[in-house]
């Protein structure tokens, strides 16, 4: 549970550090800065985006699954972090309606039918299915600051969405 940890030389410790960078390199700036955590999972890198962001900083965090879902509410829905949206849909290379396959261990869950029988499924659900450029422009913003994807090898589709 390296994910959850925060330990020195975990994952997430890794991509705070890299967040932290990104930041500092985009600085203070007139205009709001917009990053989207597709794959956002339990909300801990959503949290440090909104912390180590700008003051004028708004946070959009993608889960498609029901059970993370719940848990990214509950740590990123108070008012420390207001700056974070949450969007209970999953982001692809199309608009629509998908199955999402969960499993026992949730790195293994995705988009799609293709069932591994050897990971513990849980569940196919249906769920919602946004694109970044359909999203950007539901927003009405130009352009995604920082954008980070962990959406378990399907990452690829998530920028196939993002032509504009």
């Known amino acids: 549970m390296g994910r959850q940890k925060l330990e020195p030389g975990t994952y997430d410790t890794g991509v705070l550090e890299q967040l932290k960078r990104v930041y500092s390199l985009i600085g203070q700036t007139e205009r ?9 999972y339990i909300g801990v890198i959503s949290l440090a985006m909104s912390h180590f962001g700008p003051p004028r900083h708004f946070v959009h965090s993608f889960e498609a699954d029901e059970l993370n879902y719940s848990k ?3 740590n990123v829905c108070h008012p420390e972090s207001s700056s974070i949206t949450i969007h209970k849909t999953a982001v692809a290379n199309y608009v629509g309606l998908s199955d999402f396959t969960r499993y026992k261990e949730p790195g293994n869950n995705h988009l799609g039918l293709e069932i591994s029988t050897s990971n513990g499924l849980t569940g196919v659900f249906k769920v919602p299915v ?8 539901q ?5 995604i600051d920082v954008l980070k994807i962990d959406v378990e090898g399907f990452d690829f589709d998530v920028l196939k969405g993002a032509k504009q």
């Open 32 to 40: 709001p800065v917009i990053s989207v955590d597709v794959g956002a």
């Open 130 to 137: 946004t694109t970044l450029d359909l999203f950007t422009n």
């Open 139 to 143: 927003i009405e913003v130009d352009k």
């Open 72 to 74: 990214l509410k509950e």
